[in-house]
């Protein structure tokens, strides 16, 4: 089995050799890049599985680099974890409206750096590089299986949390979803994350949604709904899914408001 194939963004030399162990622990490849410039060069001829980009980088950004990512056709739909000692609410929220996946902050655990690669590379794993055929024609679609959304029958990249987002919505289409109900759903009930994540999350999916942007509602002071009618078919959590956590009905689901 091929390993999975990490790109590490960072001008420290002793981060990457310290994020280059925590890796080779978890069997997963690596290379490493100091600027942004040489991270898009190197991410262009060999797309990595997942990018680890810390934001003081010499030569621009890290939330540009972020940026400059997610608008490649090549790689926009690559995870990304920031890894950073600027570590403020504002870095954060900045972080994850640029369509980052996770944020972690210098100093790290390496054994947490390491589970929590490894939980965004499970929800990318099933989704292919090569588009494949589109299904019919309809509003929203999304396959869980390969975690593929389409738009009125066009192709649309989510980042993997953004997909996961999209599919709690999607299960609940026609209700209110609580931002906190949501934060739970993505990160587990004790995540360090603000309401504003989740917020950067939708507005990255409403840009992606296009025509469709109007279906996704923010209910002011609660959460978001997804409308009813720009569902197609509703998707089932995989059998053999436990119990949802306190704030969930029994089956599972959301609690309706």
């Known amino acids: 089995m091929t390993s999975r194939v990490v790109l590490v963004v960072d001008e420290d030399e002793g981060a990457r050799a310290e994020i280059r162990q925590c890796l080779a622990d978890r069997q997963l490849a690596c290379f490493e890049a100091r600027t942004a410039e040489e991270a898009l060069e190197k991410a262009s ?6 990018m680890l980009i810390d934001l003081y980088l010499p030569d621009q950004s890290g939330l540009g680099l972020c940026r400059t990512v997610r608008e490649s056709p090549q790689l926009c739909g690559t995870p990304i974890i920031v890894l950073t000692s600027r570590a ?17 902050p210098k ?23 090569n588009g494949a055929p589109a299904p019919a024609r309809s509003r929203i679609q999304l396959d869980p299986a390969s975690g593929r959304v389409w738009v009125e029958g066009r192709r649309v990249d989510l980042t993997p949390r953004e997909f996961d987002l999209l ?17 739970e759903r993505l990160w587990g009930p004790d995540a360090p994350h ?49 119990a949802g956590p306190p704030g969930h009905d029994s089956d599972g689901s959301f609690t309706r408001m």
């Not at 001829?45 to 997942?50: F, I, K, Q, S, Y």
């Not at 929220?93 to 996946?101: M, N, R």
């Not at 942007?213 to 509703?234: D, F, H, I, K, P």
Request: net charge neutral; hydrophobic share 40%.
């Open 88 to 104: 403020s609410e504002i870095d954060r929220i900045l972080a994850f409206e640029a369509g980052v996946d996770d944020f972690l």
């Open 167 to 183: 599919r709690a919505l999607v299960a609940q289409a026609g209700r209110v979803v609580r931002r906190s109900q949501l934060i």
């Open 45 to 50: 001829a060999h797309p990595p599985d997942l």
């Open 194 to 242: 603000s309401e504003r994540a989740i917020d950067a999350h939708v507005k990255s999916i409403r840009r992606k949604l296009g025509p469709a942007r109007g279906t996704l509602q923010t209910v002011r002071g609660v959460g978001y709904r997804l409308s009813e009618e720009a569902v197609e078919e509703t998707t089932d959590e995989e059998p053999g899914e436990p």
């Open 107 to 129: 100093p790290f655990y390496p054994p947490e750096l390491g589970a929590r690669i490894s939980a965004v590379l499970r929800g990318f794993a099933s989704r292919p590089r």
